[in-house]
């Protein structure tokens, strides 16, 4: 049945996913953010006959990959054939359909990113500025983006990038960042002149601001900003009510983009411009390949251009490419840039340096055959709106109670009982044999679909895979309520009406879960002789009376909690072999700031628990000045007894704060241990209470 937003309005999609960095292998944070809902979007809409081209490659270029690469004594471009390599075995392995996969290495994208440039270039739509930049006077080189890091002038997060914070997804220029550090040999940079190429973003805040927040375009409508993410929307719309800064567009690095500018030697194209123009360069290769014309989906008035994506990309797909891409002319922007929020992983978020992270290529050996199952828990759970958690567990819950009790113990039944019945032959309905329940059902499936496409194309992809679970429930409980097996003896007539039905429940499944467990659809399509399944043959008539079944394979196995434990297990242990991280430094003090404190040996005399706190135990400490109370947070590592008696250092001119409706006089000073312990700071036998710490 046909979906009435897609007849009344035929029309080209042009889709991208993110490009990965290639730096590093592909975590099931990555998967759940960019790539499996565009390739659930993309399978649906070619199941419902639409013209959709999704498109994706590696991102080659950067700070990152050359930092990387001298770290590991290798050149950059075997960094980034390695993992583009093992980037497309793990999207492979999970059955992610792009329809090209590209690389930004490639000399076609050099071309294609250097002539978009020089169209930019030649529109006037930079600055061209010589001024100051950090550089490392023992490296002897300019330090761009992740060569520098440091405190982040928004959120204070440390270790922030010099073009970006990951803690809080702010874009940087580097000499934003406070207390900056070379990463090439932790030197402080210097400042030292050089030519960059700035896109003079403030100029384009008001057509901005109209494009976000009123989807209008060059005083047109253009999108239903109703139908954006109001993270995406209300992050863009905080960039621009900060007002938008100019940012360099080159960098003084050699690997990348050259720019193509006479006397710019040594300079690259600012990854950030050349890897969206990826997307272009991708569709063009596609096009080459298949006779197609690429303007038609870039250019064209009635393609429409979609960007998935995680939230930390928001500002470059939502503010800085629409600059690039009405600045060049031609292009389409995007109508909608669904940006999904991160996924952790058991309590904590994921991480590549602490290898904290399920990673795909790692899945795929350990669970072979298993994609489907981890692409159903990942868009259960996709991180849509907000942050969300992946646990074993339940994956383990998932699998077990849904996909296997569910929609593999639904359509085991149907086969199984039709091969009983009927010597595996679909049987008529005869209509004089019908009752309400099966009008019930059959309405229900009518609807289904059109339902189910309708949420896909808004990007609900949680509540569509719901949706498309409950008719394999319908399918259950209109099974388990009609009891075909006891009507068998009796009137069978009956037996063969309500079997028809439930198969063609198990056929409208097999459809309405292709675009999220497309294994699993095909594998029930081919027992239910399903040939080239569309969205539209989803419907109550779908399997005809008289069809011979084919024989079902195992869809799932159930996971024991023994599996679970071992991956709990793994993570543990990765979490223990990671080398310890060093807390940076902190920002500069002067003499007469550390002569303010005033840091006595104190000695517990008694201690107590806080009652219904869960983290204070409350000291009282001999000072030498006095006894006084002091509240801890410690109670989570320490009882009460083992603290009484201790020698302890203790801050003890700090103002008086109440907690609990306790007055503490103080701080005890402890020492975090890299596994997020906790010590005492013990002053050396022969001190007594009352020594003055200087
Ligand atoms: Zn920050």
């Given at each position: 049945m046909a979906d009435p937003l897609l007849t009344s309005s035929p029309h080209r999609l042009m889709m991208t996913s993110a490009l990965p960095y290639a730096n590093g292998p592909i975590h099931i944070g990555h998967v759940a953010g960019a790539y499996l809902p565009g390739d659930i979007r993309a399978r649906y809409e070619r199941l419902a006959g639409n013209d959709v081209l999704w498109v994706c490659g590696s991102d080659?270029?950067?700070?990152a990959i050359t930092l990387r690469a001298k770290k590991d004594g290798l050149t950059p471009r075997d960094i980034v054939d390695r993992y583009h390599g093992e980037m497309q075995t793990a999207f492979e392995g999970l059955d992610l359909s792009f329809d090209h996969y590209s690389r930004t290495s490639s000399p076609k994208h050099h071309q294609n990113a250097q002539d978009f440039f020089k169209t930019l270039l030649d529109k006037g739509s930079f600055e061209v500025k010589t001024e100051a930049q950090f550089y490392d006077p023992e490296a002897h080189q300019f330090l761009a983006d992740r060569y520098i890091i440091g405190t982040c002038p928004k959120c204070t997060a440390d270790g922030a990038y010099g073009d970006q914070c990951?803690?809080?997804g702010s874009a940087l220029s580097?000499?934003?960042?406070?207390?900056p550090k070379s990463t090439l040999s932790g030197a402080t940079p210097i400042l030292k002149d050089t030519t960059l190429w700035y896109l003079p973003m403030g100029r384009h805040e008001e057509w901005l601001r109209d494009y976000i927040e009123k989807g209008l375009f060059e005083g047109q409508p253009h999108h239903d900003p109703q139908t954006w993410k109001a993270h995406v929307t209300g992050q863009c719309r905080s960039w621009i009510d900060g007002g938008l800064q100019s940012r360099a567009m080159?960098?003084?690095?050699?690997?990348?983009?050259?720019?193509?500018?006479?006397?710019?030697?040594?300079k690259v194209l600012y990854v950030w411009l050349d890897a969206p123009i990826g997307y272009i360069t991708a569709t063009m290769e596609w096009a080459e390949k298949n006779g197609k014309d690429w303007r038609d989906w870039w250019q064209s008035k009635d393609a429409e251009l979609v960007h998935y994506i995680g939230k930390d990309n928001i500002v470059f797909h939502c503010l800085i490419f629409p600059i690039l891409l009405r600045e060049h002319g031609g292009y389409n922007l995007p109508t909608n840039v669904p940006a999904n929020a991160f996924m952790n992983l058991e309590g904590d978020k994921i991480s590549t340096s602490r290898n904290w992270a399920v990673w795909v290529s790692e899945y795929l050996e350990q669970f072979p055959g298993k994609s489907d199952e981890m692409r159903y828990v990942l868009a259960s759970i996709m991180p849509e709106q907000k942050d969300s958690e992946f646990t074993w567990t339940d994956y383990r819950e998932r699998i077990n109670n849904e996909l296997a009790d569910v929609l593999g113990n639904f359509i085991n039944r149907v086969v199984v009982l039709t091969q009983k019945y009927y010597q595996g032959q679909v049987p008529v309905a005869l209509v004089s044999a019908s009752e309400t329940a099966d009008d019930a059902i059959i309405e229900a499936l009518q609807l289904a679909p059109e339902r189910i496409g309708a949420l896909i194309q808004r990007n609900r992809f949680r509540e569509a895979l719901h949706e498309a679970m409950g008719v394999a429930r319908l399918g259950n409980k209109y099974m388990t309520e009609q009891e075909p097996w006891k009507l068998q003896k009796n009137n069978p007539e009956r037996t063969a009406v309500v079997l028809h039905h439930c198969i063609q429940v198990a056929g409208i499944c097999s459809v309405v879960l292709e675009p999220f467990i497309p294994r699993t659809a095909k594998k029930i399509q081919g027992a239910f002789g399903v040939e080239n399944a569309a969205w539209s043959s989803a419907a109550a008539d779908m399997i005809p009376a008289g069809r011979t079944l084919n024989p079902l394979p195992i869809l799932f196995e159930k996971v024991d909690e023994s599996v679970v434990q071992a991956q709990l297990e793994k993570l543990q242990a990765s979490r223990a072999k990671t080398e310890p991280t060093v807390q940076p430094i902190k920002e500069e003090m002067t003499f007469d700031d550390f002569q303010k404190l005033d840091l006595r040996v104190g000695e517990v005399i008694a201690c107590e628990r806080v009652p219904k706190a869960n983290k204070l135990l409350n000291l009282t400490i001999r000072t030498g000045l006095d006894e006084r109370t002091v509240l801890s947070g410690i109670a989570e590592h320490f009882e009460p007894e083992q603290v009484v008696g201790r020698r302890v250092t203790v801050l003890v001119n700090l103002a008086p704060r109440t907690m609990r409706g306790i007055e503490s006089q103080g701080m005890v000073l402890m020492a975090e241990t890299a596994d997020g312990g906790l010590r005492f700071v013990t002053p050396e036998e022969g001190t007594a209470a009352g020594d003055v710490i200087s």
């Open positions: 080659e270029h950067g700070a990951e803690k809080c580097p000499t934003d960042l406070i207390q080159t960098r003084d690095l050699d690997w990348g983009v050259s720019v193509p500018v006479e006397g710019a030697e040594g």
